[in-house]
């Protein structure tokens, strides 16, 4: 089993869908969650950290923890062409964060 | 602005020959993560630092090696390069080792 598992996608929805990005991890004492953006061909770029169970909204994303069922959610409101991207979730494991291979995220418009 | 900067942005090399990525951040971030991409694997891990002196191997480390002299810079080396490392390479920096890392923009390294 991996440490950090993500449906490969690709995940399509329409323009102004809401879209939910899934994550699960091994790790039951892991502490910290990220989720990154990475468009083709550039870096990954941090959209969202979440430390503890619950929801945590920033703008048209909210991240989702639990860690009874250890997974974490990310979810795109009204979402845009622009959000097509690869969705990375991030676990911290020990004294590292290990990454999920990702989620590719279309918007049709 | 901080910021994390690789060079070069782009690299081709021949099989055999010895090749240093470099990573310099202005964060003042003690902690220094090197990746390489390739489809398929996601983001692997294969040196870190979590200050000046100290290096450590990732799951991916063998033929690759790191050294940290200062808190700016963690440049990879490649001993003896090879096809297999033809890859996408990137630097990280966190403030802590559990904490959000920032990404560099990458290197394509091509190995022929």
């Known amino acids: 089993q991996k440490e950090v598992e993500q449906n490969s996608g690709p995940l399509s929805v329409p323009e102004g869908a809401i879209a939910s990005l899934n994550c699960t991890y091994s790790d039951r004492v892991s502490q910290s969650f990220f989720w990154y953006r990475q468009y083709s061909g550039k870096s990954p770029e941090l959209i969202m950290s979440i430390y503890s169970n619950g929801d945590k909204e920033d703008g048209r994303f909210t991240a989702q923890l639990n860690k009874a069922s250890q997974y974490v959610s990310l979810l795109i409101r009204d979402s845009q062409p622009s959000d097509s991207a690869t969705y990375l979730c991030?676990?911290?494991?020990?004294?590292?964060?290990?990454f999920g291979a990702g989620t590719i995220l279309r918007v049709k418009s | 602005d901080a910021e994390i900067t690789q060079s070069p942005r782009h690299k081709i090399t021949e099989t055999g020959r010895q090749v240093t990525l470099a990573c310099h951040q202005t964060w003042n971030h003690n902690n220094m993560f090197w990746y390489r991409q390739d489809l398929g694997h996601g983001l692997r891990l294969i040196h870190y630092s979590y200050g000046v002196q100290d290096t450590n191997k990732g799951e991916v480390s063998d033929g690759y090696s790191v050294s940290r002299s200062n808190t700016e810079d963690l440049p990879l080396t490649l001993e003896s390069a090879a096809s297999s490392q033809t890859s996408v390479y990137f630097c990280?920096?966190?403030?802590?080792?559990?904490?959000?890392?920032?990404f560099g923009p990458g290197t394509r390294l091509t190995v022929l």
């Open positions: 991030a676990v911290s494991v020990g004294n590292k964060l290990v």
């Open positions: 990280a920096s966190s403030v802590g080792p559990n904490n959000e890392q920032f």
